[in-house]
Structures are given as structure tokens and as C-alpha cells.
């Protein structure tokens, strides 16, 4: 069996038996392989272990190989998961399905317009980024400033308001990971509950949290998606973070 295979499983039981050990159910938590850095064939042979969710960072290393894996784009779903810039928009609305990293309403409404050239691929799923750890260096908006900007994308055509995304800086401190978690959950369920009948919250569903290193907490916390780089593909050259 391949490495990559043999990953694939443990990160498999991993996700279960921490939903067990939450009482959730398995199947509410989708796995999300984060192949950044690594070649197309690595996601082929992740393909081939049953893999079918990919996640990038970077627009052109990304789109390379969706189109090197043009042919199996059928059976694969392609997360855009990095900080996305303005003159990058449409490479991500012609490619891709889903994109975790929407923190201005500008880049939303820049993906809603260009995605409408690109009809066979469906909406565009769309999370907005939370920065959970407050961190001026990082990504995303404030949990005061999310409702906002979701109440923005949720009207806007072609682009599907999904939940939240939010990488909460790295702590080995358990306590810690999962307070951060919960407090992304919380502005989940305030935003999920106040709009629950407003149009464009019909399936405002995920909440993208959780990586190699994190999951349980995550998962501990009502992670409805881990995204998982080195735990399936092995460490990353660290040339990008
Ligand atoms: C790289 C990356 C991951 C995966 O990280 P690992 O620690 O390798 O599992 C998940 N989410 C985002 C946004 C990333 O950039």
C-alpha cells in the first residue's frame, strides 16, 4: 500500500473516533485533502484511495493541476483555501467550487460577477474567513465584522453562502485549540440562528476548521470540515507557508 493510501486511513480513523468521542456521527465531517506543494499525482493516488475533496493555497499551482487532471475533473472537488487578491478572482471562478478564504466583500462580488461566465460549473460555494486569534498579520475579519459580510455574499447571485472558515493560530495547548474552535462555532450558531429564514442562509451549513495537527479539537468543537495537508501527504518543503 501506498504511503499516501496508507494516510489516508489513519487520517480516516482519526476523524471517526474523534466524532465518536464527540457523539457525533462520522459522516457529518468531510474530509478535505490539502494537496498544496504536492504534484498531481500525489492527488491521483489519494483519488484512487477514495479521496475526492482537494484543497490549494495558490491560484496558479492550483489551476496547473486542475488542468493536468482535467480528465478526472468529474470525480474531483476543488477548494480554493489561500489569501486571495482582487487580479486573481477569476482564475479561482473559471476552476474551482468552493472557496474557504472570502474576507472583503469586494472579492466576493468580483467572484459572483465572474463565475456567471462559467455556467457549467454550478454556484461557486463560498465560506467567509474568520481571524479567531486576532492576529494582524493574518487573513480574515473579526467575529464582530462576519455577520456583515455574510449578510453581503448571502445576496449575491452565483455564489452559495456556505459558513465559516478560520485557521486559529497553532497551540499544542488542547485547552486553547478548542476554546478557539468553540469561539468560531459560537458566531457560527448566532449568524446560523438569527438568519435561519433569510434568504441566501438556505445552506449555510459548514464550518471549515481543523488541520493535521488540530483535528480533534476541531472535531470536538462541530468542525464540519478538517482540512488535512501533512497528515496524508507528508511534511511540505517549507519554501511557502
Ligand atoms: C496548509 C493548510 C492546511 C493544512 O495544514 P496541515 O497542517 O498540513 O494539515 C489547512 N488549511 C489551510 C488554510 C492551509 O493553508
Keep these: 500500500m501506498s504511503q499516501i493510501t496508507t494516510n489516508l486511513m489513519l487520517v480516516r480513523q482519526r476523524l471517526e473516533l474523534a466524532a465518536l468521542a464527540a457523539n457525533r456521527e462520522p459522516e457529518d465531517i468531510q474530509l478535505l485533502a490539502v494537496s498544496k506543494t504536492f504534484p498531481a499525482r ?4 489519494a483519488m484512487h484511495a477514495g ?11 492550483g489551476v496547473e493541476k486542475i488542468q493536468e487532471l482535467a ?12 489569501p486571495l487578491q482582487s487580479n486573481k478572482t477569476r482564475e479561482v471562478a473559471e476552476h474551482f467550487d468552493w472557496v474557504h ?12 460577477t465572474q463565475r456567471a ?3 457549467d460549473l454550478g454556484d461557486l460555494q463560498v465560506c467567509i474567513q474568520l481571524n479567531v486569534s486576532a492576529e494582524e498579520s493574518k487573513s480574515g475579519v473579526s467575529l464582530n465584522e462576519a455577520e456583515l459580510l455574510c449578510d453581503s455574499v448571502a445576496k449575491l447571485p452565483n455564489i452559495i453562502l456556505r459558513g465559516l472558515m478560520a485557521i486559529p493560530e497553532p497551540s499544542s495547548d488542547i485547552a486553547q485549540q478548542r476554546a478557539a474552535f468553540a469561539a468560531v462555532r459560537e458566531c457560527f450558531l448566532g449568524i446560523k440562528v438569527k438568519h ?4 441566501g442562509y438556505e445552506f449555510f ?3 471549515s476548521m481543523g488541520m493535521s495537527d488540530d483535528l480533534e479539537s476541531a472535531i470536538a468543537e462541530g ?14 518543503n517549507k519554501i511557502k507557508t
Design 51 to 61: 479521496q475526492s475533496a482537494f484543497g490549494e493555497n495558490y491560484v496558479q499551482e
Design 223 to 236: 468542525s464540519t470540515m478538517v482540512r488535512i495537508g501533512s497528515a496524508i501527504f507528508g511534511k511540505r
Design 71 to 82: 480528465k478526472l475533473r468529474p470525480w474531483l472537488e476543488w477548494h480554493f483555501i489561500g
Design 196 to 199: 435561519s429564514n433569510d434568504i
Design 117 to 119: 461566465e462559467f455556467p
Design 101 to 112: 478564504s472570502i474576507d472583503r466583500l469586494k472579492i466576493a462580488e468580483r467572484l459572483s
Design 205 to 207: 451549513d459548514t464550518l
Design 42 to 45: 500525489a492527488i491521483e493516488e
